[in-house]
């Protein structure tokens, strides 16, 4: 079994979904059901046996403690997080909350389920940390691609609790031995994309005949990846990847390289 936090909203929806899709190994749900997440998301796995959903919060320890307990996975996946750069703008204490505190909490128990598992099973168990490349900043136009090597230089409150959960995790590692992985992924799109953000934001206006919001001076660019080839990518990361690596899922590939470490693997 393995247990994914977040997997009610967008991204983590369509991960539980395609998971379910391509194999039979059963899936440990939690997710707090706030604003973004969606259990309509998830209708099609009503009655299957294989999907085990737990409404419950990434900061609540003794509910971690008790999940990890009782189910035994093999595997976390972490998508829990507050994400929209604008609600983070007008009220960050909700990102610093979730984003820091929760992936605090939740590698904290996850730390204690990992010391107590044998060592076969350390051998295999992985935390896979779901992040994003707005940790790195901004760049400008003809700049090349953000590599994993590139410096941290968050730019709104949502990227900075992101890339402080990101450096919980690899001190996690580092501090304690928790096998972690971090991927760092451009916008995603695609089904059950929450309609305030922008490519949802902008059909529906369109169809509404309201008008399109420009965001700044309307010369930013941005990258867009798929939503289920980004699923895919986190499944050959978690199946493929070594111990504290850190990776770019880029338009759905990810190259692993049979060596531990940082992997330059580029994206946008």
């Not at 690899?170 to 991927?183: D, E, I, Q, S, W």
């Not at 916008?187 to 919001?213: Q, S």
Request: aromatic share 10%; proline share 6%.
């Amino acid at each position: 079994m393995i247990f994914i936090t977040g997997g009610a909203g967008f991204i983590g929806a369509n991960f539980v979904l395609d998971w379910l899709a391509s194999g039979d190994e059963p899936v440990l749900n939690l997710d707090a059901l706030t604003y973004a997440g969606n259990l309509q998301n998830l209708a099609t796995l009503v009655g299957d046996t294989r999907h085990i959903f737990v409404q419950g919060d990434i900061g609540d320890s003794s509910l971690l403690v008790r999940l990890l307990a009782q189910y035994q996975p093999r595997a976390v996946v972490n998508f829990a997080a507050e994400s929209h750069v604008d609600r983070s703008i007008h009220g960050p204490g909700d990102f610093i909350q979730t984003n820091i505190v929760g992936t605090f909490r939740l590698l904290e128990s996850v730390r204690a389920y990992y010391a107590q598992l044998p060592a076969t099973d350390q051998q295999v168990f992985r935390f896979l940390h779901v992040s994003t490349d707005e940790v790195y900043g901004s760049l400008a136009k003809n700049a090349p691609p953000f590599a994993e090597t590139h410096r941290y230089e968050p730019n709104s409150p949502y990227s900075a609790s992101k890339a402080a959960s990101d450096h919980l995790v690899r001190a996690y590692h580092h501090t304690y031995g928790l096998p972690v992985l971090t991927t760092n992924c451009s916008n995603n799109y695609g089904p059950y994309h929450f309609p305030e953000k922008l490519i949802p934001l902008m059909i529906v206006n369109a169809l509404a005949g309201k008008p399109l919001p420009v965001y700044g001076d309307g010369m930013q660019v941005r990258d867009w990846l798929y939503v289920k080839d980004h699923c895919s990518a986190i499944r050959c990361v978690l199946d493929k990847a070594e111990r504290v690596s850190a990776y770019h899922p880029c338009r759905g590939q990810v190259q692993l390289p049979a060596v531990s470490g940082v992997q330059q693997q580029p994206a946008r």
